[in-house]
């Protein structure tokens, strides 16, 4: 079995910046409130005059991975792609940045994840690895969220958190030697409750709802093509199964929660990061949240944070990194590295 590490990070967000009080345009909100309720002071979401999808940012951020990995886009051996928010409801995200970064006839993947898309996309990646069947492994989360939410009052609970963005990892085989010095990825660890999976979704379109259904029921009320969130079910859920996740990857290692160095959680509320910052007593300087400049970007959030991390010089060599997130599904987990 070989190990896998990551050698190579990239990310990417739309230029065009919305602020708290810039939504003020189109519903009945504040910055106050949303910046005591979740930690956000702005997002990026898609100026749709330019050419940014979520493949093209996906690609974008993948250029950049690839590129700082060192190696060419052909020495790439499969693609993991990470999304809720596909440009096409089929095929998915995977095989487009392969069209547009002109690669090879490698195998591309979908992982249908949500909040949690990255933390699935790397362990699949991270199993292909371990098995010596690839080597090399683009592995994306990407997120064009700012399309399909309610910009009205009655969808400002769930409006304000989500923005748009990706970002991208290589993941390759560690040598012998960092293989023996205990580097690359340790473990991941995985969980669903489907019991909950209305909790946090987006019912139509799709098969149990076609769009020339929707379209010929013609009824302004019809809120199924637009995302629903429990806010307060999800956050209960989230605080406990972020902990567990995290308690999970540490005992599977015989690590303690001292080991941590750098803690990236998914960016979905500040409160709940705060919240697993205190249970788990790190200090500032081992956590890494951007909420504030970014919102949530679902799959796109935690590759984000841990390429941003890594760019401030926040993760070192031999330093412990955990890699937490939850979301819809409900889908949760973690993956722990040895950097
Ligand atoms: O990434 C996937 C995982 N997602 C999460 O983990 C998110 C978890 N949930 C949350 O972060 C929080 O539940 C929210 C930030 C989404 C909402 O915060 P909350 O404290 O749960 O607010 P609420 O939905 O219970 O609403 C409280 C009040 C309501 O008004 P009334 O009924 O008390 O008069 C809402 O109508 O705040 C109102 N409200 C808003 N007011 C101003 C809801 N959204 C807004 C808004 N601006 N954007």
């Not at 005059?49 to 950049?64: F, L, N, P, Q, Y």
């Not at 069209?99 to 898309?117: F, H, K, Y």
């Not at 010089?313 to 990194?321: A, F, P, Q, R, S």
Request: hydrophobic share 40%.
């Amino acid at each position: 079995m070989y190990n896998s590490k990551i050698i190579g990070l990239g990310y990417y967000v739309p230029e065009n910046v919305v602020t708290n009080n810039d939504l003020k345009e189109f519903m009945d909100t504040s910055d106050e409130w949303i910046q005591e309720r979740t930690g956000i002071k702005e997002r990026r979401w898609i100026d749709t005059s330019t050419e940014d999808t979520t493949a093209v940012m996906g690609a974008k951020a993948a250029r950049i991975a690839i590129d700082r990995a060192g190696i060419s886009k052909d020495d790439i051996d499969f693609i993991v792609f990470a999304t809720l928010s596909p440009d096409m409801y089929f095929p998915g995200g995977g095989v487009q940045v392969q069209d547009i970064l002109e690669m090879p006839t490698i195998g591309a993947l979908d992982v249908r994840n949500q909040c949690s898309g990255f933390i699935y996309a790397m362990s699949v990646a991270d199993q292909f690895i371990k098995t010596g069947m690839y080597k090399n492994i683009l592995v994306i989360g990407s997120e064009n969220h700012s399309g399909g939410l309610e910009k009205s009052t009655r969808g400002r609970n769930v409006s304000v958190i989500f923005g748009d963005g990706a970002g991208a990892a290589v993941l390759s085989r560690c040598s012998d030697e960092e293989k023996a010095a205990g580097k690359g990825i340790l473990s991941s660890h995985l969980h669903s409750e489907g019991k909950h999976a209305k909790e946090l979704a987006l019912e139509g379109p799709s098969t149990k709802r076609w769009v020339p259904e929707i379209i010929a029921a013609n009824n302004p009320d019809d809120v199924s093509y637009y995302p629903y969130m429990n806010g307060q079910f999800v956050f209960k859920h989230a605080v406990g199964r972020f902990s567990e996740a995290i308690i999970e990857g540490l005992q599977a290692n015989n690590l303690k929660k001292e080991a941590i160095d750098m803690l990236i959680p998914h960016q979905a509320n500040l409160r709940i990061a705060q919240f697993i910052q205190k249970k788990f007593q790190l200090s500032d300087d081992k956590v890494h949240n951007n909420i504030h400049k970014y919102g949530n970007t679902t799959a796109a959030s935690v590759i984000i944070a841990l390429t941003e991390a890594w760019e401030l010089g926040k993760i070192k060599d031999n330093d412990l990194v955990v890699l937490a997130a939850f979301g819809s599904g409900f889908t949760w987990g973690s993956v722990i590295i040895r950097w």
